[in-house]
């Protein structure tokens, strides 16, 4: 009897349900095996004919190459995807192990001197006109080659012996640090609790907040509410507690954790390690011939340099700080007229901002995400959003019954254009047990032309965690869900409408950092244009779509203290920009880099004990060094390509089309900042984004 592995076929995806843990590790491993062997005969080849004359070409060179990538893919994808979706000990167990497979088998290709040659000579041979062999690359090609020599570059392939040495041991030791500051991170939030016997002592908590303190004493077999330092513990204290000194006393545990200013000693203190972290990634930046880490992360995104970095985010904070200081006087106004007794306090304090702030917009706008929940059935949502899809980019939406899938929940639709498949996808819309919270979009297959006949379309997994329907009452969504399924839908798009014949740069692939928010943000709008809700809302009751008034307020309650979050995020960014282009700091610099920062940018200036830095994985576990301001640069592209469709019209096709022809279907294959000007005519400007977050 032979026993097949499902993820050994041509198209794992099509036997989803069939894959088991036992298959992951025989599957990855002969693939890369396999590969392994493939890449050293191509390269073999390449450098017989190399002595004699350049002959290389993209079919006989990069289209192989891709090919392979392509199957290990689609072996990897769907374990990776039911991982999240439908995660077991086993699973997660099989996928850790495929994982270091995959990160070794990288880091091989990185450092191939054969590859990188054969690389070189396909780029070099298309780049020399006096070069008799016409290569025919296109633009795309090129911008694929330029962009796969940067990686060779940036993995350290043209170091020397003794040199590449050291960098494989900074890349070690980093990996070590990061997940060390992770783990102290996390054993320093463990470590504080504060039980509370009495409901009394949290006056204020709304009673999901109260349920939810006290599921965490139960769990621990203890009587009463337990207080931890998880978001969801902290954010319930921060905002809803009338108890200002419990305010106090959880903000000050949260704020120092893993520091020297901690309660537990400086136990899981991160500072040396964070000092360490600035210094070998110096060192690693300059061991690859960069004047330190900030360059070297921008070498790879759509900015240009640090300084251009910098620019950006001073003239972001300088549109920003003047409201953000009014925003922040009229909630200290507030909170002294209101609630703060005259003997009692002098001024805000870092533990009031949230409470008052959610006082004060409960007085503002009485609307609650709850009250809108009716208005918007999934299925009404989905159908408005595949209207709003195939009128501005001429497609056609089918859904297909599909057996074979990993939940009886999931749907499997169709992207159709004049009847010819353009793109499939699969939508699990629907939180259950063993499915990761949150909201993305991953791909199983990119657009990758094999030949003159055949062209393989994208296949995506659009993955949501709404609430199920429940006793025969359909699915309703809140109106901040329907923004999420928007923003995830865009990067679907992206990946799935695009144009592109090449893997490597088809749909989100090759996509800077810095750029690859752009499609998803920018269909985040339309859920607030009146044009739009009418299409997605119709009350489950009543069938009436969303009034006017409801969304107005809608809008200006997501406005409120917009300013105040801008500039907060402003002084993140400027700090981890900051830190990352500089030499190497000790613990105390970095705090000084941070204490700088806020005297110039901040109006909330946090407490002396405040150790914000210490806890800041994005950029010191995370990938997010020395880029933390993608998320402002993005929302700049974002807003400003959708304030063409505000000049010319929400539903006007031929912006749409603009949109299509020049950013979806374009996807890796040229520079971002090209696409863009292709698609608006001309730079970036922030005045979109200041104007839709209301800062004037
Ligand atoms: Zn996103």
């Given at each position: 009897?032979?026993?097949?592995n499902?993820?050994l076929?041509q198209n794992?995806?099509?036997k989803v349900d069939?894959?088991a843990?036992?298959?992951v590790?025989?599957?990855?491993s002969?693939i890369i095996k396999e590969?392994?062997?493939e890449i050293?005969?191509?390269v073999?080849n390449i450098?017989q004919?190399?002595?004699e004359?350049?002959n290389?070409?993209w079919?006989?060179f990069?289209?192989?190459?891709e090919?392979?990538?392509d199957r290990?893919?689609?072996?990897w994808s ?6 999240s979706?439908c995660?077991?000990?086993e699973?997660r ?11 070794d ?5 990185g450092?191939h001197?054969?590859?990188y040659?054969?690389t070189?000579?396909?780029f070099?041979?298309?780049n020399?006109p006096?070069?008799?062999q016409?290569?025919?690359l296109?633009?795309t090609?090129?911008?694929?080659l330029?962009d ?5 570059k940036?993995?350290?392939l043209?170091?020397?012996?003794e040199?590449q040495?050291?960098?494989?041991n ?5 990996a070590?640090?990061?997940?060390k ?6 054993d320093a ?9 009495d ?7 709304p009673?999901?907040?109260?349920a ?12 009463g509410?337990l ?5 969801p513990?902290?954010l319930?204290i921060m905002?809803?507690a009338?108890?200002?000194?419990l305010?106090?006393e ?12 901690s309660?537990?000693?400086?136990q899981f ?7 360490e972290?600035l210094?070998l990634?110096q ?5 690859l011939g ?7 992360s921008?070498?790879?995104?759509m900015a ?16 920003g700080?003047?409201?953000a ?10 909170a002294?007229a209101?609630?703060i007794k005259?003997d009692q306090v002098?001024d ?6 949230s409470?008052f ?5 409960q007085?503002?706008?009485?609307v609650s ?9 999934v299925?009404?949502v989905?159908s408005?959003l ?17 057996p074979t ?7 499997h639709?169709?992207?159709k254009?004049?009847?010819e498949?353009v793109?499939?996808?699969?939508l699990?819309l629907?939180a259950r047990q063993h ?21 393989l379309t994208p296949?995506a ?6 609430g199920?329907p ?5 699915a309703?969504l809140t ?8 923003h995830e ?7 799935m409408l695009t144009?592109?014949d090449?893997?490597?740069a ?10 690859v928010?752009l499609?998803?943000?920018f269909m985040e709008?339309?859920?607030?244009q009146?044009e739009v ?5 119709q009350?489950f ?6 009034p006017q008034?409801?969304l107005?307020?809608?809008?200006a309650?997501?406005?409120f203290q917009s300013a105040?979050a801008m500039?907060?995020?402003i002084e993140?960014?400027?700090f981890d920009?900051?830190i990352h282009?500089?030499q ?11 204490d700088?920062t ?10 002396k ?5 210490n806890?800041f994985?994005?950029?010191?576990a995370?990938?997010?060094s020395a880029g933390y301001?993608s998320?402002k640069?993005?929302?700049v ?13 929400v539903m006007?096709?031929e912006?749409?089309k603009?949109?299509?022809n ?5 996807g890796?294959s040229?520079d971002?900042m090209?696409?863009?000007?292709a698609?608006?005519?001309?730079k970036p ?5 200041l104007?839709?977050?209301g800062?004037q």
């Amino acid at each position: 009897m032979t026993i097949t592995n499902p993820l050994l076929l041509q198209n794992p995806i099509e036997k989803v349900d069939q894959i088991a843990p036992e298959h992951v590790e025989p599957a990855i491993s002969q693939i890369i095996k396999e590969n392994q062997a493939e890449i050293e005969l191509l390269v073999k080849n390449i450098d017989q004919v190399n002595s004699e004359q350049t002959n290389i070409s993209w079919q006989s060179f990069m289209l192989p190459l891709e090919k392979l990538e392509d199957r290990l893919s689609k072996a990897w994808s769907p374990v990776s995807h039911l991982n999240s979706v439908c995660n077991s000990d086993e699973l997660r167990e099989a996928y850790d192990k495929g994982l270091a497979l995959l990160t070794d088998y990288s880091t091989q290709l990185g450092q191939h001197k054969g590859l990188y040659k054969a690389t070189k000579a396909l780029f070099d041979a298309a780049n020399e006109p006096e070069n008799q062999q016409e290569q025919n690359l296109t633009a795309t090609q090129q911008h694929i080659l330029k962009d796969s020599l940067l990686g060779f570059k940036l993995s350290g392939l043209h170091l020397n012996s003794e040199d590449q040495k050291t960098f494989s041991n900074i890349q070690k030791r980093l990996a070590e640090l990061s997940s060390k500051y992770e783990q102290n991170l996390m054993d320093a939030t463990m470590a504080w609790t504060k039980l509370l016997s009495d409901k009394k002592d949290l006056s204020g908590l709304p009673k999901t907040e109260l349920a939810m303190l006290a599921n965490n004493a139960e769990i621990r077999d203890k009587k009463g509410y337990l207080v931890t330092l998880e978001i969801p513990s902290y954010l319930a204290i921060m905002t809803y507690a009338d108890n200002r000194e419990l305010r106090e006393e959880v903000y000050t545990a949260y704020s120092t954790r893993a520091s020297d200013q901690s309660e537990d000693g400086a136990q899981f203190d991160n500072s040396e390690i964070m000092a360490e972290l600035l210094k070998l990634k110096q060192q690693k930046a300059k061991l690859l011939g960069f004047k330190n880490f900030a360059e070297l992360s921008l070498e790879s995104k759509m900015a240009e340099s640090p300084e251009q970095v910098e620019g950006f985010l001073m003239d972001l904070n300088k549109a920003g700080k003047k409201q953000a200081k009014q925003e922040y006087a009229a909630l200290a106004e507030f909170a002294k007229a209101t609630f703060i007794k005259e003997d009692q306090v002098d001024d805000l304090k870092a533990w009031d901002i949230s409470y008052f702030s959610e006082k004060l917009k409960q007085q503002k706008f009485q609307v609650s995400q709850a009250e809108l929940r009716p208005y918007f059935v999934v299925d009404k949502v989905m159908s408005g959003l595949f209207e709003l899809t195939e009128h501005h980019f001429n497609v056609h939406f089918e859904m297909v019954e599909n057996p074979t899938v990993w939940n009886s929940d999931v749907r499997h639709y169709l992207i159709k254009r004049n009847n010819e498949l353009v793109a499939e996808f699969y939508l699990d819309l629907y939180a259950r047990q063993h499915k990761r919270g949150g909201a993305w979009m991953d791909n199983y297959q990119s657009r990758f032309k094999l030949n003159a006949e055949t062209t393989l379309t994208p296949i995506a997994y659009l993955t949501c965690n709404f609430g199920s329907p429940v006793n025969g009452q359909p699915a309703l969504l809140t109106h901040d869900e329907v923004v999420t399924l928007f923003h995830e839908f865009g990067h679907g798009i992206h990946h799935m409408l695009t144009k592109v014949d090449e893997l490597s740069a088809s749909g989100i692939a090759n996509v800077p950092w810095d750029a690859v928010e752009l499609p998803s943000q920018f269909m985040e709008n339309f859920c607030y244009q009146p044009e739009v809700n009418e299409k997605l809302s119709q009350h489950f009751e009543t069938g009436e779509s969303l009034p006017q008034d409801k969304l107005d307020k809608l809008i200006a309650a997501k406005n409120f203290q917009s300013a105040m979050a801008m500039v907060r995020q402003i002084e993140f960014a400027l700090f981890d920009m900051r830190i990352h282009d500089n030499q190497a700091l000790s613990a105390n610099e970095i705090q000084d880099v941070l204490d700088k920062t806020r005297e110039e940018v901040a109006v909330v200036i946090p407490p002396k004990s405040n150790r914000f830095q210490n806890g800041f994985s994005h950029i010191f576990a995370g990938g997010y060094s020395a880029g933390y301001y993608s998320y402002k640069w993005a929302e700049v592209l974002s807003a400003d390509a959708f304030s063409l469709f505000e000049e010319q019209g929400v539903m006007n096709q031929e912006a749409g089309k603009n949109f299509l022809n020049n950013i979806l279907e374009k996807g890796g294959s040229a520079d971002p900042m090209e696409l863009f000007e292709a698609f608006r005519g001309r730079k970036p400007k922030v005045d979109a984004l200041l104007r839709h977050s209301g800062i004037q």
